[in-house]
C-alpha cells in the first residue's frame, strides 16, 4: 500500500523531512543491536522471576519491570547515537527531535508471552521519516531470530533474505489475529472469526503483532489481521513484511493504519479483506 499514508500513523501528525545524515544501513544496524541488546536483557531477567508492575487498559494487559528497563536501554542508545531523532515508546519514554527521524519502540511485544515462558514475544524497534518507514528490527530472543529490512533493500531473518507465501487459494490460508483486551470487543472479534474460519485452513494467535507481521514476511504464516494497535506494534514489522513481498492495507483494501490492519500474502489479500468486511458488517462493535 502506499507508503505516503504511513508517515501519518500517529494522531495524523505528519513527520518533517528527513535532516539526518546516517544512511539507512546505519539506523538499521543500531535498531538491530539495540533490539538484541534489550531482548537479551529482558530473557535474561526472566530467570530470576517476573513481577508485575502495572496494567493498561485492563487489569489483563500487563506491564512487568523488564518491559521499562528494555525501553529505558532502547530510549538511551538511541540518543547517545541519534541526539536530534524523536522517539515514541509503549511505555511512556520519548524524545522531541528536529532531524525528521522518528522512532517507534515496542520494548517488550508480546508480555503475557514474556511471562509465561513462551517464546512468542520480541523486542521492535523501527524508524520512519516523510516518506514512511525506513528501517525495521525485530528480534525474537528465546528463538535468536532476528528479522530486519530496510526501505527498497529487502527483508532478512538472521541475515538471510526472506519472502513470503505465495498462496493463491484462501482456502489453504493459514491466519493468525489477536484479540482486545477488553471482554466486550474480545467477544465480537471472535464471533467475526467463526463466520470465516470455514473459508479458510485455520487460525492462530501468536500474542504478539509484530511476532504474526514477520511470520507472515518468511512465510510460516500466510496472513495477519487485527484492530486498534499503535503504531510501535506494527512499525518495523509491517516493513519488513512488505520488502518481503506482502502486501499490507486496512480491512477493506485501504492505506493501512493502526486501527485496522491487515499484511497478507498477496494472492489472498483480497480474499481475506472480502471475509473480514463481512463479518464486521455482520458483528460491528459493542
Known amino acids: ?27 538499521l544496524t543500531l535498531a538491530c543491536n539495540l533490539a538484541r541488546r534489550a531482548g537479551d536483557h529482558a530473557r535474561g531477567g526472566r530467570a530470576e522471576g517476573v513481577h ?5 487498559l485492563t487489569d489483563t494487559d500487563m506491564v512487568t519491570k523488564f518491559d521499562r528497563e528494555a525501553e529505558s536501554m532502547i530510549i538511551a542508545g538511541l540518543r547517545a547515537a541519534r541526539p536530534d531523532d524523536s522517539i515514541i515508546g509503549e511505555e511512556g519514554g520519548g524524545h522531541t527531535g528536529t532531524s525528521g527521524v522518528e522512532w517507534h519502540v515496542d520494548p517488550i511485544d508480546g508480555t503475557t508471552s514474556f511471562m509465561y515462558g513462551l517464546p512468542t514475544w520480541c523486542v521492535s524497534i523501527g524508524a520512519r521519516d516523510a516518506q514512511g518507514p525506513l528501517v525495521g528490527a525485530v528480534f525474537m530472543p528465546d528463538l535468536n531470530e532476528m528479522f530486519a529490512a530496510e526501505r527498497g533493500g529487502g527483508a532478512t531473518l538472521n541475515d538471510r533474505a526472506i519472502r513470503c507465501s505465495q ?37 492462530r494467535r501468536m500474542g504478539a503483532a509484530a511476532v504474526d507481521i514477520c511470520f507472515v514476511a518468511c512465510g510460516r504464516l500466510d496472513a ?24 499490507s492495507g486496512d480491512f477493506a483494501g485501504g492505506p493501512l493504519r493502526p486501527a485496522e490492519v491487515l499484511v497478507s500474502a498477496p494472492g489472498v489479500f483480497d480474499a481475506l479483506s472480502g471475509l473480514l468486511v463481512a463479518a464486521m458488517r455482520k458483528h460491528p462493535h459493542a
Not at 232 to 244: F, K, S, T
Open 224 to 247: 495477519y489481521f487485527e484492530e486498534n494497535l499503535h503504531t510501535w506494534d506494527i512499525l518495523a514489522a509491517e516493513l519488513i513484511a512488505r520488502e518481503a513481498g506482502a502486501r
Open 1 to 27: 500500500m502506499p507508503c505516503s499514508a504511513c508517515g501519518r500513523w500517529v494522531n495524523g501528525a505528519s513527520v518533517a523531512t528527513s535532516k539526518a545524515s546516517a544512511t539507512q544501513p546505519d539506523l
Open 167 to 203: 498462496l493463491t487459494d484462501v482456502r489453504k490460508a493459514l491466519v493468525a489475529t489477536g484479540f482486545s483486551y477488553t471482554p466486550a470487543h474480545r467477544t465480537v472479534q471472535s464471533r467475526r472469526v467463526t463466520e470465516f474460519i470455514h473459508e479458510i485452513r485455520d487460525v
Open 52 to 56: 508485575v508492575v502495572g496494567t493498561k
